[in-house]
């Protein structure tokens, strides 16, 4: 299964200069609990955003034109992304969760079987949009609303199926 995870405020904004425009502690836990114990793929930029490198208990599979050593080893580096297409292809039975940046969710959206949605009502200030999705080609099988606290807007997790 191939899904996209990614947070938007009501803008369609996801970025600001190589970091998250927010500070939402819940959203950080699901996107831990979704991706935990799976294979995330992103593009370098998404990769140099993590202050502590790979995220640990994942896969981390990077897209990149730089040389592999460049890496630790944990981390599998992907020059093409016909070969990234390769390495989901000789395994269909895992999960990939496409985490970043616009690039690979627009080179993916084709393949894509799962979306799994943050929206933030609130508006932000950044220089990252999501790209335009085919939203009639998905369905909505879950939500969760987190109503307004004190210290978060309103925001929920959506999950979408291609049907």
């Known amino acids: 299964m191939l899904a996209f995870i990614w947070a938007e405020d009501q803008q369609h904004l996801i970025g600001d200069h190589g970091q998250l425009p927010w500070h939402l502690p819940a ?3 699901h996107f831990q609990a979704l991706t935990v114990g799976q294979t995330i793929i992103m593009g370098r930029k998404t990769y140099d955003s ?11 599979w990077v897209l990149t ?4 050593d460049q890496f630790p080893d944990s981390v599998r580096v992907f020059n093409q992304i016909t070969a990234i297409r390769s390495a989901i292809a000789a395994a269909p039975e895992q999960n990939y969760l496409v985490i970043g940046g616009v690039s690979l ?7 894509v079987d799962v979306l799994y949605q943050t929206t933030i009502k609130a508006s932000y200030q950044g220089d990252v949009y999501m790209p335009t999705l085919p ?16 210290t978060t807007p309103e925001f929920s997790f959506n999950e979408y199926h291609r049907g």
Do not use: C, I, Y
């Not at 993590?50 to 981390?60: D, E, S, T, V």
């Not at 034109?65 to 592999?68: I, L, N, S, V």
């Not at 969710?105 to 393949?111: H, K």
């Open 27 to 29: 959203d950080l836990k």
């Open 50 to 60: 993590f202050p502590n490198g790979p995220l640990p208990r994942r896969q981390n």
């Open 65 to 68: 034109t730089q040389a592999a």
């Open 105 to 111: 969710f627009e080179t993916f959206v084709d393949s």
């Open 135 to 150: 939203w009639s080609k998905f369905n909505l099988v879950k939500q969760q609303v987190h109503p307004v606290t004190a």
